[in-house]
């Protein structure tokens, strides 16, 4: 009985170690923090997660923990049209990417697609046929979510550069300006805490109005917004 007694309390507070480091992911309660970017949006990520924009400073210990240097990810974000980057070490990180052009003026939100059309660019992303898709990753399928006056296209994914990572992504045009939710899981399989993480920092998002993106003559002022990247 003794034994079986210990078996069982060593099941129990294996259970209990096992669930808290799985919710540690999602974990609010330590705090969270808002960046109020210069994109027009305002994301939100808990604190046990490192979090880096445009300004992060060459000493930020953030960067040795990823080992990585301010100049390698300041050239990521520029590559990748990269804003904001939250990340969890050994587990994923998530990307937001900004863009602005005459073609997402053109859709100017997809709070105004009809269903139909919805499932045509869904598809079209999903099969890698969409013009602004992203050609670092394989779709495999689609979904969409709508919150706050948002309409997202969901998207589940593998990385091309390993075929092994696989990743989701929350699509949205609002008010003709593009953004992506990028979440890639780091050893493989996006699990379901990393993707209630990604869901809670979509939920959280506010988006602003700036009337410098309707200017009918607008196409691409990206590097406008890059001054801070490194000669």
């Known amino acids: 009985m003794k034994k079986a007694g210990t078996v069982l309390i060593t099941v129990l507070l294996l259970a209990i170690i096992s669930t808290t480091a799985a919710n540690a992911l999602t974990d ?5 923090t808002e960046y109020t970017l210069e994109y027009d949006i305002s994301v939100k990520a808990p604190d046990n997660w490192m979090s880096f924009t445009w300004d992060v400073e060459a000493d930020d210990e953030n960067l040795k923990t990823l080992n ?6 300041l050239t990521y974000f520029q590559e990748n049209r ?5 990340a969890y070490p050994g587990k994923g990180t998530i990307d937001l990417s900004f863009q602005n052009n005459k073609e997402t003026q ?14 045509v660019m869904g598809k079209a992303m999903a099969e890698g046929e969409y013009k602004n898709g992203d050609d670092r990753y394989t779709y495999s399928d689609y979904d ?3 919150y706050n006056e948002t309409q997202y296209i969901v998207l589940n994914f593998t990385s091309n550069g390993d075929g092994k990572n696989q990743g989701v992504v929350y699509y949205t045009i609002t008010e003709g ?5 990028i979440l890639t899981a780091e050893k493989g399989k996006a699990t379901d805490e990393l993707r209630n993480t990604l869901k809670q920092m979509v939920d959280d998002t506010v988006y602003f ?12 002022h990206w590097d406008e917004y890059v001054q801070n990247y490194p000669e």
Do not use: A, H, M
């Open 177 to 181: 300006k593009e953004y992506r939710f």
């Open 144 to 146: 969409f979510y709508y």
């Open 82 to 86: 990269i804003i904001y980057e939250t």
């Open 209 to 220: 109005y700036n009337e410098f993106w309707d200017d009918p003559n607008y196409d691409n």
């Open 68 to 73: 990585t240097t301010k100049e390698k990810l």
């Open 106 to 119: 053109q859709i100017y939100d997809l709070t105004n697609l009809t269903d139909s059309l919805l499932q």
């Open 28 to 32: 609010y309660s330590g705090g969270v």
